[in-house]
């Protein structure tokens, strides 16, 4: 098994660029995928295959993979993105499935 | 429009069997998906449990494995969860959900419709 890093929290005000990142021991071959959870709520999947986003999810939202690390990137912050966000990928057989810790990003 | 739905007992006691279903909407769930458990604790991050095929084929968290099994019941469009010898660090919200999977040259396996969750409470 592996494990991913993410930061703790990352905060932004309205209209920044907010980046979260997620390091791995190493991933050559695996997809990532971000999840978005607000309080109380299901986690909603916002990103998948690294650089896809799911339909439904605003432009503003977008991935990269390079080496270790993925990063989900938010840019023009709205209020509405404040929430706690989860990378997760799969090991090389696709079926053991592992999460980061989660990063909560503040809106100032 | 698929859906998923736990459901629970809400408080077990240590050292007994939790036991959690999940209900999926129309006939999904014999449709060649992966279905899954992922729980987590209050104020804590996400930890996959486990996932099924219809077909029976589990693959489990090795942190858990010993503990858990899952199993379907396509006659009834479920899927269960049998947590063994349960401690108040499995108190958690777990939730449901159907796995993706892709395989090319990269591999990936997600979870894209996810139940709202069920909290399960560990305490005599």
């Known amino acids: 098994s592996y494990e991913l890093t993410q930061p703790p929290s990352v905060s932004v005000s309205p209209g920044q660029t907010a980046k979260i990142t997620c390091s791995a021991d190493?991933?050559?071959?695996?997809?990532a995928y971000w999840y978005q959870q607000k309080p109380g709520q299901a986690p909603v999947l916002v990103m998948y295959?690294?650089?896809e986003r799911p339909s439904g999810i605003p432009e503003r939202f977008s991935g990269s993979s390079s080496g270790t690390t993925v990063t989900l990137t938010i840019s023009g912050v709205q209020a509405e993105d404040e929430a706690d966000y989860y990378c997760?990928?799969?090991?090389?057989?696709?079926?053991?499935?592992?999460f980061g810790g989660g990063t909560k990003l503040t809106v100032l | 429009q698929l859906q998923l739905q736990e459901s629970g007992p809400g408080l077990v006691k240590p050292s007994e069997t939790l036991s959690l279903t999940c209900t999926v909407s129309?006939?999904?769930?014999?449709?060649?998906?992966?279905w899954g458990w992922i729980r987590q604790p209050p104020g804590r991050g996400l930890e996959w449990i486990g996932s099924?095929?219809?077909?029976?084929?589990?693959y489990n968290n090795p942190s858990l494995k010993s503990r858990v099994t899952i199993v379907t019941d396509t006659s009834r469009n479920q899927f269960s969860l049998n947590l063994g010898s349960v401690t108040a660090a499995d108190t958690a919200v777990y939730h449901c959900?159907?796995?993706?999977?892709?395989?090319?040259?990269?591999?990936?396996?997600?979870?894209?419709?996810w139940g709202q969750g069920t909290l399960i409470t560990v305490s005599s």
């Open positions: 997760q990928l799969a090991d090389s057989s696709a079926a053991f499935v592992v």
């Open positions: 190493a991933l050559p071959k695996q997809y």
């Open positions: 295959q690294d650089t």
């Open positions: 129309g006939n999904f769930i014999s449709s060649g998906y992966y």
């Open positions: 099924i095929h219809h077909s029976g084929n589990t």
């Open positions: 959900a159907r796995v993706r999977t892709v395989a090319g040259t990269k591999v990936g396996s997600w979870f894209d419709s």
